[in-house]
């Protein structure tokens, strides 16, 4: 599982990652290993403080670990500690046309509402390195919300460019 960062101020979001990462950890028959990643270079994609993410991004790290994450049968890190994160992205990037980008209702509905000058790449780009993020580890697994299937769907199509 690549886990999104944990927004502390938002406890709603928090329970049900928590519920989810306890089926993640003790209810599945593990194969290879769960992976609990902080996506801290998908928070950057929109407005932060610097400093405040830095320390949410370590506070996340061991939240996981707090809530019962049991690190002899999971990997928990933050994805800006694995350089092959933004690595994979650039190649990925490279292959992915800017139509399949253009079509995210996601990025459409934070331009809009912030405005496409106040938009950055990162947001518009946030799928590849979504994709990248699943690639990484061959995840069978994607816990993620309704929001995101766009870009699972669009992980798909990339896989299938990058690789024929």
Request: charged share 25%; proline share 4%.
């Amino acid at each position: 599982a690549i886990r999104q960062w944990v927004d502390f101020q938002n406890t709603g979001k928090f329970a049900g990652v928590e519920e989810d990462e306890e089926d993640m950890d003790e209810n599945v028959e593990v194969v290879n290993e769960n992976l609990f990643c902080v996506v801290d270079l998908h928070a950057i994609t929109m407005p932060h403080d610097p400093k405040e993410l830095s320390e949410s991004t370590l506070a996340s790290a061991a939240l996981y670990i707090a809530a019962g994450i049991d690190p002899t049968r999971s990997r928990v890190f933050v994805q800006s500690h694995v350089p092959a994160h933004s690595e994979l992205a650039w190649l990925l990037n490279c292959a992915t046309p800017m139509n399949w980008l253009e079509r995210m209702i996601q990025f459409k509905d934070k331009a809009k509402k912030q405005g496409t000058d106040k938009v950055g790449v990162g947001l518009f780009t946030y799928p590849v390195l979504m994709a990248a993020d699943i690639l990484l580890y061959q995840a069978d697994r994607v816990p993620v919300g309704e929001d995101q299937r766009q870009h699972l769907e669009l992980a798909r199509d990339i896989t299938r460019r990058f690789n024929d």
